[in-house]
């Protein structure tokens, strides 16, 4: 069975779900079965919401005050098991929590799932990749024709809603484009975080 909960860096991350809308050229499960101290991040099915809330009992969060969405998949494909998990962390255990996505989950589930991640997440960091749509398209490799738009938009509303959204990119990218997608969060009013290619 595969890791649902797993350390990495300091931070306890959960692993919902390998669905994924997007198809990232740089995406680290193409080359390794796990990352942190998780043996394997593939579910041979996605874990049920019973089964996150046994493995947030089982964790040892001593040191710990965020949990983090981010696995082997996009966690908004799973939005039942993460809204209903992240509630019962919050309540449970006190942690904040912070969710990694493409930004594309309102294009995935044809309706605004915003108001109800603003219930129960406290910071949402989306994946920008690149500064142009056309950049974007080529290394993201989304399902949706309108993925740009729909991630900027989603971006834009989650900055109304949720305490803290960031846009983060590799630093792959040229300081050209690194400081273009810095203009570009900063248009939407969110701050642009720059993450280590690992």
Known sequence: ????????????????????????????????????????????????????????????????????????????????????SAKYAKEKYGLTIRVNTNGLGNLYH????????????????????????????DVTRPAFEDAFEGMLEFTKEAGRLIREVKMSVVDVLSEEDIEASRRLAESLGVELRVRKFA
Do not use: Q
Request: hydrophobic residues 35%; negative net charge; glycine residues 6%.
């Open 1 to 84: 069975m595969a890791d649902i909960l797993y350390n990495y860096k300091d931070s306890v991350y959960v692993n919902l779900t390998n669905k994924c809308d997007c198809k990232c050229k740089f995406c680290i499960r193409s080359h390794k079965n796990g990352v942190g101290d998780a043996e394997t991040l593939w579910h041979k099915t996605d874990p049920t919401l019973e089964e996150v809330k046994a493995a947030i009992d089982a964790y040892d969060f001593t040191g710990k005050s965020e949990l983090v969405y981010c696995g082997y998949g996009e966690p908004t494909c799973a939005l039942e098991a993460l809204i209903g």
């Open 110 to 137: 044809k309706t605004d799932i915003i108001p109800r991640l603003a219930e129960v997440v406290d910071k949402i960091s989306v994946s920008l990749n690149a500064p142009t749509k056309e950049v974007y398209m």
